[in-house]
Structure formats: structure tokens, C-alpha cells
């Protein structure tokens, strides 16, 4: 299966970036610059492509972006610390950013005869995020079949669409997924800060996966009281 894998850069898409290559025929790694309030996560992206010899593509739509504001990833609005269950997470939503992005990457599968566009949409994310939801994906998939039709038939691969994050970390783990070469911290600093809701995610991720973190968190201990399932003293 000719593949093409959007990644943002981060643990999930990488991961799949790394399953994909294993499985199938990896043909390209696409990002986007939405106007994203820090563009760290792309040379992370950019890194994966070329550790596994296939191009890397950043699609600009940054005047997209601008017009999606009010919002935690778009805006000068503080991304909010605490777990994704949280309503103050509620911000960090980009209205349409992953229908927005797979329309594009389906265009371009079809202009190069992929067979499919693989996303790293997860279970984690259905709380929160409308857009990254079983009915979304099957749905999304309807339509580009009713696009696309006499002209190119992809599939939109979404394996972890029923997935936890630990069940992504296990399986970036099975294919050698270098963590640490992955960026997930929606602050961007130069370490992750360990405190807003995919920093919180990510280590809570590791810890029910049962693999190490090789991740540095400004405050790796927040998570513990972020999930409310562990102390502290637990997790040590």
C-alpha cells in the first residue's frame, strides 16, 4: 500500500510514520504550517523523513490559520496546564484543522497515485477533539470517496483511531520509534514542559505502557496529580 503519512512531528505521527515504513511503502511525510503557535514540532518531522529516506513536504496554509483564531495553538492565548478530560482543554481545539489538512494531503495522494493517506488520530483524542473521532473518519472517507470518484480511489488510514496513547507508545516502541526525536509540547520550549495536556498525555502514556520516557519535562512529576490516578511517590 502506497502510502503517504501527514505528521506533524510529534510521538503519534511519528510512530506511524515508523509502522508505515515497516508495512507498507512509505512515499512522503506531509506537515503543515498552520500558523501554529510554534513551528519546533516540524524539524522533528522533518528529522523522521530523513531517517527514513523519504521526502518531507511543509504545506504552507498559515493564511488558513490565521482566520482560526481565538484559540490556545493559533493565538497569544496561554495553553492551559492539566489533563485533556479537563474543560479547559477545550481551547487548544483548531475548528476543522484535520478536516482542512486530510483534503489537501487526499489531493495530493491522488496526483501521485498513493493508495493511501495514513493519520495518528487516537482513542485519547475523542474526548476533546471533534475531528479525530471514528464517525469523522469514517465520514471523511464517504466524502473523498464521492470526490474522488473516476479519478483516484485512497483510503484514509487511521489505525490508532481506537487506540490509547499507550497503545501508540507500544507500538512506536515494536518498530523503533526514537522518542526522544519527537516533539509533542504545545509551548515549544526547549524542554517540554511536562504540564499542559499532551505533555500530562505523553508521560501518563509511557508510565501505562510500561517503556521508558526518554523525554526531559521542565516539572515530570505534574502528570501524577494532572491524571489523578498516581502519586507521585508511585511513578518514582
Same mark, same amino acid.
Given at each position: 500500500?502506497?502510502?503517504?503519512?501527514?505528521?506533524?512531528?510529534?510521538?503519534?505521527?511519528?510512530?506511524?510514520?515508523?509502522?508505515?515504513?515497516?508495512?507498507?511503502?512509505?512515499?512522503?511525510?506531509?506537515?503543515?504550517?498552520?500558523?501554529?503557535?510554534?513551528?519546533?514540532?516540524?524539524? %522533528? $518531522? +522533518?528529522?523522521?523523513?530523513?531517517?527514513?529516506? &523519504?521526502?518531507?513536504?511543509?504545506?504552507?496554509?498559515? @493564511?488558513? /490559520?490565521?482566520?482560526?483564531?481565538?484559540?490556545?495553538?493559533?493565538?497569544?492565548?496561554?495553553?492551559?496546564?492539566?489533563?485533556?478530560?479537563?474543560?479547559?482543554?477545550?481551547?487548544?481545539?483548531?475548528?476543522?484543522?484535520?478536516?482542512?489538512?486530510?483534503?489537501?494531503?487526499?489531493?495530493?495522494?491522488?496526483?501521485?497515485?498513493?493508495?493511501?493517506?495514513?493519520?495518528?488520530?487516537?482513542?485519547?483524542?475523542?474526548?476533546?477533539?471533534?475531528?479525530?473521532?471514528?464517525?469523522?473518519?469514517?465520514?471523511?472517507?464517504?466524502?473523498?470517496?464521492?470526490?474522488?470518484?473516476? %479519478? $483516484? +480511489?485512497?483510503?484514509?488510514?487511521?489505525?490508532? &483511531?481506537?487506540?490509547?496513547k499507550a497503545d501508540i507508545v @507500544?507500538? /512506536?516502541?515494536?518498530?523503533?520509534?526514537?522518542?526522544?526525536?519527537?516533539?509533542?509540547?504545545?509551548?515549544?520550549?526547549?524542554?517540554?514542559?511536562?504540564?499542559?495536556?499532551?505533555?500530562?498525555?505523553?508521560?501518563?502514556?509511557?508510565?501505562?505502557?510500561?517503556?521508558?520516557?526518554?523525554?526531559?519535562?521542565?516539572?515530570?512529576?505534574?502528570?501524577?496529580?494532572?491524571?489523578?490516578?498516581?502519586?507521585?511517590?508511585?511513578?518514582?
Open positions: 500500500m502506497k502510502t503517504i503519512v501527514v505528521c506533524s512531528g510529534g510521538l503519534d505521527s511519528v510512530s506511524l510514520a515508523h509502522r508505515i515504513a515497516a508495512e507498507h511503502e512509505l512515499l512522503a511525510l506531509i506537515s503543515f504550517d498552520y500558523g501554529q503557535r510554534h513551528k519546533k514540532e516540524l524539524d %522533528y $518531522a +522533518a528529522d523522521c523523513a530523513a531517517r527514513l529516506g &523519504v521526502p518531507h513536504e511543509i504545506i504552507d496554509i498559515s @493564511a488558513v /490559520g490565521r482566520h482560526l483564531s481565538g484559540f490556545a495553538l493559533t493565538d497569544t492565548i496561554d495553553v492551559p496546564d492539566g489533563h485533556y478530560a479537563e474543560d479547559t482543554m477545550k481551547v487548544t481545539v483548531v475548528p476543522n484543522r484535520n478536516a482542512i489538512m486530510l483534503a489537501i494531503a487526499f489531493g495530493v495522494a491522488a496526483a501521485r497515485n498513493a493508495d493511501a493517506v495514513a493519520v495518528a488520530v487516537h482513542g485519547g483524542d475523542h474526548f476533546i477533539y471533534p475531528d479525530c473521532r471514528p464517525g469523522f473518519i469514517d465520514a471523511f472517507q464517504v466524502m473523498q470517496d464521492a470526490a474522488l470518484d473516476g %479519478y $483516484a +480511489a485512497v483510503r484514509l488510514f487511521a489505525p490508532y &483511531v481506537n487506540a490509547s @507500544a507500538d /512506536g516502541a515494536r518498530h523503533g520509534t526514537p522518542f526522544e526525536r519527537t516533539w509533542s509540547c504545545y509551548k515549544g520550549g526547549e524542554r517540554h514542559c511536562g504540564r499542559c495536556g499532551t505533555c500530562v498525555e505523553r508521560r501518563e502514556a509511557f508510565h501505562l505502557a510500561g517503556v521508558s520516557d526518554p523525554t526531559g519535562y521542565e516539572d515530570p512529576d505534574f502528570w501524577a496529580a494532572a491524571t489523578g490516578a498516581f502519586s507521585a511517590e508511585e511513578v518514582r
